[in-house]
């Protein structure tokens, strides 16, 4: 099988270098600008927000509801943080399928949680932002059919995956639970405003208002992991 992290940085190595280097480079300089339409950020640079002390839960608009949806005898968190030819998609999938004929488990016994960040958070929006952000090109993906940078995402795709069953809308239907980094989407969403021709504040509306169905926005992905972890899930890594 292919070496998920060797796969992740093959291709167009240092055009992807430079690209994270001015991602972690926006973030680090204030990116952090909207969530979605209609969504302020959770605080302003140096604030601390005040919470009423008998809420313990997340400061609106976010929400934690999606961990209530982690049930189940065994619970698998796989972290995403490049395309990496969809394989922490395939990796869900043999979680379910594997219990299903080896243990005789039903997807109602498993809780799968694929967590899409970093350079993997394009994998979370619809074909119509692919093709005008370029995102193939950007993301290093090539489509099969055409043999060129995608202009859509494969990832929704079935035909185009090397486990077609890895589709993102088929693993949904299996109640697959998917989360999706809000600094990403920010960051990166910046980061190629220009290839789509509008501002950046525009690209990062347009990549909100895109997100495929059942993906839920979180704060930032690594808070996703620590919670899903905390909820009983054990981690793999998915490239």
């Known amino acids: 099988m292919r ?17 994270r280097r001015n991602f972690m480079g926006r973030v680090a300089a204030g990116a952090v ?10 605080r302003a640079e140096g604030e601390v927000p005040s919470r009423p002390a008998s809420s313990p839960g997340p400061i609106g608009p976010w929400s934690d509801a999606w961990l209530d949806r982690i049930k189940g005898k065994h619970r698998q968190f796989f972290d995403a943080v490049t395309p990496n030819d969809g394989f922490a998609l395939a990796f869900a999938m043999n979680f379910l399928d594997q219990n299903n004929d080896v243990y005789g488990l039903k997807d109602a016994d498993l809780s799968a949680v694929v967590g899409l960040r970093h350079f993997a958070m394009p994998m979370a929006l619809t074909d119509a932002i692919w093709a ?11 489509d099969p ?6 202009t859509r995402n494969i990832f ?20 697959v639970i998917f989360t999706v ?33 059942g ?24 490239g």
């Open 181 to 213: 980094c809000n600094v990403a989407l920010v960051g990166l969403a910046g980061l190629v405003a220009e290839k789509g021709g509008v501002s950046p504040e525009v690209a990062r509306k347009e990549w909100a208002a895109a997100l495929l169905p």
């Open 132 to 142: 005008k952000y370029k995102l193939g090109e950007f993301c290093k993906v090539t």
């Open 33 to 42: 600008a909207v969530a979605a339409a209609g969504i302020p950020l959770a």
């Open 215 to 238: 993906m839920t926005l979180v704060p930032v992905g690594v808070l996703a992991v620590n919670r899903a972890q905390e909820h009983g899930c054990t981690y793999c890594y998915g």
């Open 145 to 150: 059919a055409t043999k060129a940078p995608a």
């Open 3 to 19: 070496n998920p992290v060797q796969s992740g940085a093959s291709a167009g190595d240092s055009s992807l270098r430079v690209d």
């Open 156 to 175: 929704t795709h079935g035909e185009t995956l090397m486990f077609p069953n890895s589709a993102i809308g088929t693993l949904a239907d299996r109640n």
